[in-house]
């Protein structure tokens, strides 16, 4: 069946310091994939997107592209900000033509100042 | 756009105890969905409907797990005869339907369950 596996936390860097959170998928036909975020208190909300291969999502200078040939969609941001500690999820909606999505178990992002 | 919202915020009972809760999606999505949320891991999917239909089950929604839609808008949730492993945050969220296939669910900020 579907799944998606992220990279475990918690994942601590400093403020202006290069983020990557791993993601990679199993799925069969090319799903749509997601990024999701959850910041302490609050629901979840959607990061970014990509409905295709090679297509690439991007959003509050966050990015990730849809890789096939690795099936994997890491996200990565060049500089984080202490605001964007928060749980970070990966999820796909497989192609057969069910509309839920299927979430990775979050990866926690800690920045410290 | 008011977002979705889920209703109570918390709720704690005790086992064996029926438990209710109720989502109200965004107004034009014709989707809605339900998941469950425990410490640590992703939202798992429990059910979805479009409109009032029920179109899908997760082997996780035992007998015990009702959900209904009866006129296509709000949503309910009830547990009947919790049990302990059953408190976890119950996720609802919305998306655009027919034709949208792409379109994002949008979540509300849950309804945390404690069984006692």
């Known amino acids: 069946g579907n799944s998606v596996t992220q990279m475990e936390g918690p994942v601590t860097l400093s403020e202006e310091a290069f983020l990557t959170i791993n993601c990679t998928y199993t799925?069969?036909?090319?799903?749509?994939l997601f990024w999701y975020v959850q910041y302490p208190g609050e629901g979840l909300q959607l990061l970014l997107k990509?409905?295709?291969?090679?297509d690439k999502g991007s959003n509050k200078g966050f990015e990730a592209t849809y890789r096939k040939e690795t099936t994997s969609f890491h996200l990565e941001k060049g500089s984080v900000q202490v605001s964007d500690s928060a749980v970070y999820f990966c999820?796909?909606?497989?192609?057969?033509?069910?509309?839920?999505?299927?979430f990775g178990s979050g990866t926690r992002l800690l920045v410290r100042p | 756009d008011t977002g979705v919202s889920q209703n109570p915020r918390h709720k704690i009972t005790k086992r064996g105890q029926n438990v209710t809760f109720r989502c109200d999606p965004i107004?034009?999505?014709?989707?809605l969905y339900w998941y469950r949320q425990t410490l640590g891991q992703g939202p798992e999917f429990l059910t979805y409907f479009q409109n009032e239909a029920q179109l899908e089950k997760s082997r996780l929604l035992s007998d015990r797990f009702s959900a209904e839609r009866p006129k296509g808008s709000f949503s309910t949730l009830e547990i009947q005869r919790t049990e302990q492993g059953d408190s976890a945050m119950y996720l609802c969220?919305?998306?655009?339907?027919?034709?949208?296939?792409?379109?994002?669910?949008?979540f509300g900020n849950g309804t945390r369950l404690t069984v006692t």
């Open positions: 107004s034009e999505h014709n989707r």
């Open positions: 990509a409905t295709k291969a090679d």
């Open positions: 969220a919305s998306s655009l339907g027919t034709g949208n296939f792409n379109s994002p669910l949008h």
């Open positions: 799925a069969t036909g090319y799903p749509s």
């Open positions: 999820a796909l909606r497989g192609m057969d033509s069910s509309y839920k999505l299927i």
